[in-house]
């Protein structure tokens, strides 16, 4: 699996889910290497991505056991929207794919949007994107608990909603064949374990950014730096505004 990672640096996870941060990718497929291990590329599409540090090969045995063993339907999925409503859209719709598929497959999903320090002050931005999501959702699901607050994070949960459900499976299906036929590639998906294992590390990246974030701001009154010269996030602009920072 390390041969695949071609972007560096990367943040890294290690085998016992220990954070190790944010390094470059050979500084990591060297410390895989000295534990007799595999670097795996498990959140491609985040900024860095994420990897971990794994016997892949056992990770893969587990995994098809547990599929074996129990059905995946029927259970609640996290997936959380970054450490504050900062979150960039392109990651945003990262989630909303991730929870499409978990709905796809019988499960409910619990989305779960962080609030830092003032962001407190306009809650309506983070509810404002829960109501999108659950709109870019609706063709296959329905809100089963509405937004909730539990500290500085508001909280909804969608279930499938099952007729709608097997009316776009039987599109995509479809759709499917008549690729097929006309000779194109159809990519195959993320197994169910393969996205649980990128959701959950997905998760402690966002876990590790918050608490790098404390760390950083605890004692100290953030000093102006150089100018950064790089594309703004709209959304970044917009809450600094609010803000008034």
């Keep these: 699996?390390?041969?695949?990672?071609?972007?560096?640096?990367?943040?890294?996870?290690g085998p016992?889910?220990?954070?190790?941060?944010?390094?470059?990718?050979?500084?990591?497929?060297?410390?895989?290497q000295e534990q007799g291990l595999d670097l795996v590329e498990v959140v491609p599409d985040s900024r860095p991505p994420v990897c971990k540090i794994m016997d892949y090969g056992k990770y893969k045995?587990?995994?098809?056991?547990?599929?074996?063993?129990?059905?995946h339907a029927g259970e609640l999925k996290e997936v959380r929207l970054g450490r504050s409503i900062k979150i960039d859209p392109h990651d945003v719709k990262i989630r909303v794919d991730q929870a499409r598929r978990f709905l796809m497959a019988g499960n409910k999903?619990?989305?779960t949007q962080r609030f830092r320090g003032r962001e407190m002050m306009h809650k309506e931005l983070g509810l404002k994107r829960l109501r999108?999501?659950?709109?870019?959702?609706?063709?296959?699901?329905?809100?089963?608990?509405?937004?909730?607050?539990?500290?500085?994070?508001?909280?909804?949960?969608?279930?499938?909603d099952r007729n709608k459900v097997e009316g776009v499976k039987r599109q995509l299906e479809k759709e499917r064949k008549e690729r097929l036929a006309?000779?194109?590639?159809?990519?195959?998906?993320?197994?169910?374990?393969?996205l649980e294992a990128q959701v959950e590390a997905q998760n402690l990246a966002d876990d590790?950014?918050?608490?790098?974030?404390?760390?950083?701001?605890k004692g100290s009154k953030k000093q102006k730096g150089p100018k950064d010269d790089r594309a703004s996030?709209?959304?970044?602009?917009e809450i600094n505004a609010l803000l008034g920072e």
């Excluded at 006309?182 to 393969?194: A, D, R, T, Y």
């Design 132 to 160: 999108e999501i659950v709109d870019a959702l609706d063709d296959i699901a329905k809100v089963e608990v509405p937004p909730r607050w539990m500290g500085r994070a508001a909280m909804i949960v969608v279930a499938p």
């Design 61 to 71: 045995y587990e995994q098809s056991k547990k599929e074996t063993k129990k059905s």
């Design 109 to 111: 999903v619990q989305f």
């Design 182 to 194: 006309k000779g194109e590639k159809v990519e195959e998906e993320l197994s169910l374990e393969e």
């Design 1 to 13: 699996m390390n041969h695949l990672i071609r972007i560096s640096p990367i943040r890294v996870i």
């Design 16 to 32: 016992d889910n220990e954070q190790i941060g944010v390094i470059e990718t050979h500084e990591a497929l060297r410390m895989a």
């Design 208 to 217: 590790a950014d918050d608490d790098e974030g404390d760390d950083k701001n």
């Design 233 to 237: 996030n709209p959304v970044d602009d």
